[in-house]
């Protein structure tokens, strides 16, 4: 079968198969014949034939056969039912893909991994949908899923979010979750024009590798949580004034602060994610 990034292949199988492009469903597929054998290459450090991947939302599969060829096991959920005949005859060359229908925001990926997966290591690699980008990554990594690193093509302006330095500008609360779970790193920029149809933003890769062992211990992650999405819910107001919406009163926020020697005035993007582990520590206490 030729290359399924080739324009004209694309378009006689989706047109035979009557399938019209959901932009509900984030559906931008993957035409520039670069990106997947990349993605494919670095999405799993130091492991080899040996692993599995999970796949989110395999499209027509051009990925897929890239991590086919790679992978021992590959498992693609895919939400769109129209798209299951296309994939049974674009992967019919790969037994070892298994594709489920459903929404990776339910599924129970744990027990999809343990069902399909042979005990093999396993990573993930996806051209996410960009309507679930956040909740997507936030529900792998906090669902602690056995994964060794999530490699995703997401749109440039989540990448430098989500890879961003905790206490810097570019900070938000996925940086900081992020960073609890994981080592994150821009891998390269994917121009709008590699996708069909073209989004209206170019993209990056990111590779998350997740940590072995948090790099700070977090007493209550609960807690963490609801003082980070606080902090940064109202960004440009001072900690003193944002964390009342964690349900703390003014009194107690500014003792907490003052023992943990923060200024009453520093912002949520000032704060390292060991200050924000302090925090947490300091709020159980009250
Ligand atoms: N991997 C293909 C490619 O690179 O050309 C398609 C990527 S496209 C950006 C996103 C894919 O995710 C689409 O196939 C879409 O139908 C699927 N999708 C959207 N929401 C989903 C969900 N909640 N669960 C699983 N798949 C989903």
């Known amino acids: 079968m030729p290359a399924l990034t080739d324009l004209n292949t694309v378009r006689e199988i989706l047109s035979r198969h009557g399938f019209s492009f959901s932009k509900a469903l984030g559906q931008n597929f993957l035409i520039n014949p670069s990106v997947c054998p990349r993605m494919a290459q670095l999405c799993h450090p130091e492991l080899d034939g040996e692993f599995a991947v999970l796949e989110i939302g395999p499209g027509i599969g051009v990925l897929t056969k890239e991590l086919a060829q790679v992978a021992k096991r590959v498992i693609s959920i895919e939400l769109d039912t129209r798209l299951l005949p296309i994939l049974k005859e674009t992967l019919a060359d790969y037994p070892n893909v298994t594709v489920i229908n459903g929404d990776a925001m339910k599924l129970d990926l744990a027990a999809v991994l343990k069902e399909h997966a042979e005990g093999l290591p396993v990573v993930v690699c996806a051209n996410l949908p960009y309507y679930i980008t956040s909740p997507l990554l936030m529900r792998l990594l906090e669902s602690r899923l056995p994964v060794e690193a999530i490699t995703v093509l997401v749109q440039k302006e989540a990448a430098v979010r989500l890879c961003a ?38 993209s990056s890769v990111i590779r998350l590798r997740l940590h072995d062992k ?10 963490f949580f609801r003082l980070v999405h606080a902090a940064f819910g109202q960004r440009r107001k001072t900690l003193s004034n944002s964390l009342g919406a964690a349900g703390y009163t003014k009194e107690q926020i500014i003792t907490v602060l003052q023992a943990a020697e923060l200024s009453p005035t520093a912002r949520a993007e000032e704060l390292t994610l060991a200050q924000f582990a ?3 520590k300091l709020f159980l206490t009250i």
């Open 165 to 202: 330095q905790p206490a810097t500008r570019e900070c938000g609360a996925v940086t900081l979750a992020v960073r609890y779970f994981a080592e994150p790193e821009i891998l390269f920029s994917v121009s709008r024009g590699s996708f069909l149809p073209a989004p209206k933003v170019d």
């Open 278 to 280: 302090a925090l947490t």
């Open 214 to 223: 948090p790099p700070c211990e977090i007493a209550d992650e609960a807690l």
